[in-house]
């Protein structure tokens, strides 16, 4: 188990590796010289190179990535070009934004969407089946903008059960937060809710039809007891792994639904990074994300290696 | 036991099932009566998709969404199953009914712990919770499983398939069920392995006095097992009496010519044919204006077509067939005189490897799946290679194919000539020498690709043909894998297992091969199908003088083909020589266990020889002997210091056992002999 762990933990590492090296190298790639862009068309070419020598662009690009990926793994992510001063209070705070959001989102979408499956498997064919899955799929088919747009119609303008902007007011306790942060994690609900239900649905059909549920069936055992005991825990399994991979998205994917409720998120943190080549402000966020991404998965993996017996001997031998 | 006068403890009256597909229902069931006495076991036999399984679901009453019982009756030990509400029907299946699969590995939910799940047994039951795991407990030891107590402790695939199925004969008798169900209990378990399971069966059977529904496709398994017998046809009984009469005088058609499918005792493919059944088993649901055989039923006159058979009294038994008493005289469909001529067994081999060994590492072990292996085959040979699950013949097959790299020091020669370790240094004359078939036509074959795609593009490949010349020798081809014509425009998913493995084997001869590898080749296929693909290999092999490397689990499979045998045990040929001599005897003492372990289809119980233990693991093999663990009659320390050589018992029958060595040899030869066999090993003989 500990060496599985282990080698979990050097793939999450070389993932973060090879995301670093695109971050960066991709960064370069983009148009423009940062100076220039910086102190803007009118400026003298002298204070220009200026202003790159001190920032440190004249120096060769491997330099630049090795003194930057040495002071981000010790925690420096150094300055905004933009606000010239340490990337790490903007990061995050923006990512502690993005975290509560997503972690509202994650807290509604996933019991729903896996009460969901069960609920349509074990009605498969019926008519909650139908709705539960047409409804699931037409949710995830619609774009967060629309869904975003209309629950703000619906439950800020009409119903004013919810505030529209997720902006609160400074000095609001939790329950306050969380107020102001339902409608924002309504549309990535609906989005993510299909497709944790139809993962649920199929994982949980196919326990049901399995041959140990047949075995346990006709042990004579209370169907209620079959379902607690040996449908449910095969049948989530997969979903519980690929749920979690989930989180990057709900991390990282929030720009829109950011925009539209005024938020400021990790997401519209990088929009505004790249607009303004910040790119200090930009590879650190990418690679916040990244990080947060790389635990989400390793956690999911122990999870799931938990659950399955089969994957922890395997690995323990 | 016969009919008992007592109340049944299964009745079926007139069932009648169907599934729903396509919009509406199919009868896979049709009027089924029968019944089972208190103690008394019951066979069922048939050929897939001829409803056993479905007659099993029904009883348990766990047809799948689609099915529906249309007529009849079910009753359990005086209770009418389909009639029962949900409280009473779990307590039947609780107390009453119990049932053991064909696949243990699935029927076990694999992220909960065997004892667990056996617990959960007496917890349906109604055991107090103190009392569960000492009756677990008890039950496991029951079943003869050693070590009972970490076996609880253990999860169902850290178990090998032997010990799962008694796991599950455990539960299934954990309750003292009055009715047992067997739904192909063996299927699948190595031959040793199912011999084990069938004592069991057979064992607890007398202390519980349960009555069993057999559901087998296996008649030898049945013919041991069971006091009565119900020949299944496309969802309806055809025949149904006392197993040995059935057996030894069938009277319908279809258990006459399914009993003649079966490559039995001495038969060989030089001796004759194996009869087929022509034709094809009805589609469920299709509708039947006369008796459902008269298809493929050479006896079959109008009345036949246009008249449904009653299942009437004939005699000691009941026969649902016009004409029982002409059942004896059905004539072959495969005429069986027709000899293959045998080859002529001369000549340079034509494959030759020597001292094959597979190595793999694994977390900082090595495991030696295959040891010092050498063998040669002649053109127009067949070596049969068998032996039990991880004996290594997979991966030995492999090794002559170029799949798997030998470890260093292995050599293989084709013609005299040594070939490449790995498939893609191999020239293409050299590939196209040695195909294979696979035991599932079904993965082996591109399913978006027509048959005349697949074949086609094998000739082009291996054949290197183009244009007419492709299109005749396709063609021909065809013709001699009887294939029809017609086939070639469907595609894999269209056609039956046997069809499909057909294609298979025509697309392995497109480069006229010279070796081609049969891994078990029929084992996915029913008993008819199976005899037509063994015709049709002996055919290709007496017209094209090429040889088989035959891999079975079935011995009568491997004798029927066989010129001569090798039996593997933990990656070493412990014993090798010609087919009869194999058969005859003497014998390595694993090969006499492996023999004494096939039942055989007259009933008669030959003297089992039990190996205790099961095979060991290749990381871990026993010192000296491999087979010294478990050997019912090992010598003494000199089995467990020396690993015996392979020497000749007999003119080309081969042993590596220390009783021969020291029983065919004097002592002062041995020296001297070892030497020379070790030089024969080296040749290949």
Redesign the interface.
Known sequence: MLHYIARRFALSLVTLFVLSLLIFFLGQVLPGNVGRFLLGPDADQQAVEMLNHQLGLDRPLLVQYGTWIWRFVQGDMGESYVYRTPVVAFVSQALLHSLKLAAVAFLIVVPLGIMGGIIAALK??RPLDRIISLGGLTATVLPEFVTAILLILIFGIWLRWLPISAAWPDGAGALGQLHYLILPAMPLVLVLFGYIARMARAGMIEALD???T??????????RLVIW??VL??GL?PTIAVVATQTGYLVGGLLIVETLFRYQGIGSLIFNAARGRDFPMLEASVMVIGVTYAVATLLADLLYSF????IR?VSS? | MGRSMTEPALCLNHLSVAYRSGGRDRAVLRDISLKIAPGEAYGLVGESGCGKSTVALTVVRYLPRNGKVTGGSVALDGADVMRLGPEALRDLRAKKVSMVYQDPGRALNPSLKVGRQLVEVFEAVGVPPAEREPRALETLKKVRITDPGSVMQRYPHQLSGGMQQRVLIAMALASDPAMLILDEPTTGLDATVQADVLDLITDLRRELGASILFISHNLAVVAQMCDRVGVLYAGMLVEEGRTREILASPRHPYTVALLRCLPRGAQQKDVGRLDTIPGFLPTPGALMSGCPFAERCALADDRCRTEVPELRESGDRLVRCHYPERAADVPRSTPADVAVPKPAGVGAPVLRASNLSKTYGQGGGAIRVVADVSLSLLPGETLGLVGESGSGKTTLARMLLGLVPPDPGGLIELDGKALAASLDRRRDEEVKAMQIIFQNPDSALNRSHTVGHIIGRALRRLGGLRGADLDSRLDTLVAAVRLAPRYLALRPRQLSGGLKQRVAIARSFAGDPRVVVCDEPTSALDVSVQAAILNLLAELQAARAVSYIFISHDLGVVRYLSDRIAVLYLGRIIEIGPSERLFEGPNHPYTEALLSAVPNIEGAQNARIRLSGEIPSAANPPRGCVFQNRCPRKLGAICETSDPPLAEAEPGHLISCHIYEQQFLGAAEIQGQRRRTHDRKAEGV
Request: hydrophobic share 35%.
């Open positions: 498969v064919n399995s041959d140990y047949r075995t346990a069936v006709l042990k004579g055992l209370p169907w005991r040996h825990r095969n399994l659950l399955n017996p089969r001997m031998r």
